[in-house]
């Protein structure tokens, strides 16, 4: 839109549909939070009460940067990141413990939890990195930066332990992908996921075993005339045979049991039935319950309110990390689907939005923006249904959490406004 002011020109279609995932989620967090005893929307008493406040500090910072100039976001995207590692780092002294993770700062009214925002400052810096004049993302040197930016972060938070938070950070692999990144780091990743889950299967010594038959069959079927060098492929086993044993040290020494349930009830890992049927009524109770809240919904759901499950608390958490499973009972296929579209073409817009940037930095920033809430979207919604492990990640503008609704919305605002100061002095 046309216009002066830091109104103007912002992009009203993006507004209007964080506007409307915003309502939607306190929607449904109001209905799985209420009770009898509960009188005003405004009772800050109330989760839902929080949220309401929590998302007014949000709108209070929404205005702020949208008053800041945009270079300053650019000018300074490396004190903010430093200044997030460094609150990273306070945690293992001054943090606070929920649920089992040490991954909020007490303020009193409010919890902090400094991933969130370690998210915002990951992705301006590694857009200003990347951005830079003297980047060339081609060169060994500079990839090993542009890795060390996105995983420092990640790194200090998997051992608090949040693996789910410290997950998301890989996300921002898409703009080193989108910016030229060599294509066969893609293929690397996509292999370590594969060593990852065949490890906790099958163990060490059986992918050991695996890896050598398979390059013995490479050379045995190859064609006389490609050549593959013998050192590279035996360096290519050694690396990925290490990498298979740090598995095992990082699944039984970083991951607590919790953790390790999951992916056992994930992958079939246990093989003693009466264990894993207690893990199916401990660890998987939750999605098992989010599964059959969502399809006792029908196609048009049970109404406002009107959710037996939602009601009768049958799935914890639900106004965190299950809230989708609320959307799914009261509201029915047809409420699932528009959340799904709303979100769909939400993600498509900000993607329009990034292709039409001027600037580097600012088309990179985006690209960190949707990455990091797609993420987060595919990864809730695969873990309500049952097709993820339980990890503790959030549905961005919909989860119940101060620290999510603000620091998802001032990454988003940056990136707004940096969209509306697109013409102007060359962005």
């Known amino acids: 839109m046309s216009g002066k002011g830091p109104f103007g020109r912002i992009d009203w279609i993006s507004v209007i549909l964080y506007l409307l995932l915003v309502f939607i989620g306190w929607i449904n967090i109001y209905s799985t939070s209420l009770t009898d005893s509960d009188g005003s929307i405004f009772d800050f008493s109330t989760l839902y009460g929080k949220q309401l406040f929590f998302f007014g500090i949000a709108v209070l910072g929404i205005i702020l940067v949208l008053f800041v ?36 700062y007490n303020l009193g009214f409010f919890n902090l939890q400094p991933s969130e925002l370690a ?25 090993m930066y542009a890795l060390v930016i996105i995983l420092l972060p990640a ?39 594969a ?38 492929v035996v360096g290519a086993i050694i690396v990925s045979i290490l990498f298979s044993l740090s598995v095992n040290l990082v699944f039984e020494h970083v991951f607590e049991q919790r953790h390790r349930d999951r992916f056992a009830l994930w992958l079939s890992l246990e093989k003693d039935e009466k264990k894993l049927e207690e893990i199916r009524k401990t660890i998987g109770y939750n999605t098992y319950q989010s599964e059959k809240a969502i399809e006792s919904g029908g196609f048009f759901g049970k109404g406002f309110l009107e959710g037996t499950r939602t009601k009768g608390d049958f799935v914890p958490e639900q106004h965190t990390d299950y809230i989708f499973s609320s959307v799914g009972e009261e509201w029915g296929f047809l409420g699932t689907m528009t959340v799904i579209l709303l979100f769909s073409i939400f993600f498509l817009r900000l993607i329009h939005l990034a292709e039409r940037q001027k600037s580097d930095f600012s088309r990179m920033y985006g690209y960190g923006v949707i990455s990091i809430l797609v993420f987060h979207y595919f990864i809730n919604i695969g873990m309500v249904i049952g097709l993820l492990p339980t990890i503790g990640v959030p549905l961005p503008f919909f989860s119940y959490g101060g620290s999510g609704l603000i620091f998802f919305s001032m990454l988003l605002f940056i990136f707004l406004k940096l969209d509306s100061n697109r013409l102007k002095d060359g962005i």
């Open 69 to 104: 100039e945009s270079n300053f976001f650019e000018r300074f995207s490396s004190i903010f990141y430093m200044v997030s590692i460094a609150l990273l780092l306070g945690l293992f002294v001054f943090g606070k413990t929920i649920a089992g993770a040490t991954s909020w």
């Open 155 to 193: 790194l200090l938070i998997l051992p608090q332990p949040d693996p789910g938070s410290s997950l998301i950070y890989f996300s921002l692999f898409f703009v080193l992908f989108r910016e030229g990144f060599p294509i066969y780091y893609l293929g690397i990743l996509l292999v370590m996921v």
């Open 195 to 232: 060593l990852f889950a065949t490890t906790l299967m099958f163990g060490t010594v059986w992918v050991s075993i695996g890896l050598v038959i398979l390059a013995l069959l490479i050379y045995t079927f190859k064609k006389a005339s490609v050549k593959i060098p013998i050192l590279p």
């Open 119 to 143: 998210k915002v400052a990951t992705a301006l810096a590694l857009a200003k990195f990347l951005s830079d004049i003297q980047t060339d993302i081609r060169t060994r040197k500079h990839q």
